[in-house]
Antibody
Framework: QVQLVQSGAEIRKPGASVKVSCQAS????????IHWVRQAPGQGLEWMAW????????NFAKKFQGRVTLTRDTSIGTAYMTLRSLTYDDTALYYC??????????????WGQGTLVTVSS | EIVLTQSPATLSLSPGERATLSCRAS??????LAWYQQKPGQAPRLLIY???KRATGVPARFSGSGSGTDFTLTINSLEPEDVAVYYC???????????FGRGTKVEIK
């Protein structure tokens, strides 16, 4: 079965960076886009970026351009999201999600369990 | 950027009742709409995509309808396990990953 397993919770100081991993299994990693979505405490969902594992192509929401880097290691089926210059507003649960390949409208059919990133001095 | 407006913010119903959740888009999005269920402490789960198609394993009491700018998620015969926040999500337009509504919280009386 399809699974996305994310790395554990992180605590960082303001101005630091954090790298979150998302290990995929149960399908061909290169065949589906991986998206990153975050959720601040008690808030809704916010799309951040996607990576196309097959060729490493990326795309970002405007507010994260220049501050987020997405990479992947196809040999181990893992995607990574690095967020730099952290502020208190970046405290959130960060999810990776797989884009459903067979639907033309691109919904996210499998999600990781989420990684809590806390920014605290 | 397309804005999705969900209503009501909270819906409180008794078991067995029908829940009707609305999602309105600021511009036409055709059928590029999905619905997700997020239970407390869990990741979102895809329920409906292409506005009206049920995802794998989703109970038949969940149904989606609509096109253009107005969409509805209906939960027939509400069950206690349906307590969750429901989000709509469009991928018709910028940003590339789409936008989400602010969610409707469904409670059981």
């Amino acid at each position: 079965q399809v699974q996305l397993v994310q790395s554990g919770a992180e605590i960082r100081k303001p101005g630091a960076s954090v790298k979150v991993s998302c290990q995929a299994s149960g399908y061909t990693f290169s065949d589906s886009y991986i998206h990153w979505v975050r959720q601040a405490p008690g808030q809704g969902l916010e799309w951040m970026a996607w990576i196309r594992p097959g060729n490493g192509g990326t795309n970002f929401a405007k507010k994260f351009q220049g501050r987020v880097t997405l990479t992947r290691d196809t040999s181990i089926g893992t995607a990574y999201m690095t967020l730099r210059s952290l502020t208190y507003d970046d405290t959130a649960l960060y999810y990776c999600a797989r884009e459903m390949a067979v639907a033309s409208t691109g919904p996210f059919d499998h999600w990781g369990q989420g990684t809590l990133v806390t920014v605290s001095s | 950027e397309i804005v999705l407006t969900q209503s009501p913010a909270t819906l409180s119903l008794s078991p067995g009742e029908r829940a009707t959740l609305s999602c309105r888009a600021s511009h036409i999005i055709h059928n590029y709409l999905a619905w997700y269920q997020q239970k407390p402490g869990q990741a979102p789960r895809l329920l409906i995509y292409d506005a009206s198609k049920r995802a794998t394993g989703v109970p038949a009491r969940f149904s989606g309808s609509g096109s253009g700018t107005d969409f509805t998620l209906t939960i027939n015969s509400l069950e206690p396990e349906d307590v969750a926040v429901y989000y709509c999500h469009q991928r018709s337009d910028w940003p590339p990953g789409g936008t989400f509504g602010r969610g409707t919280k469904v409670e059981i009386k």
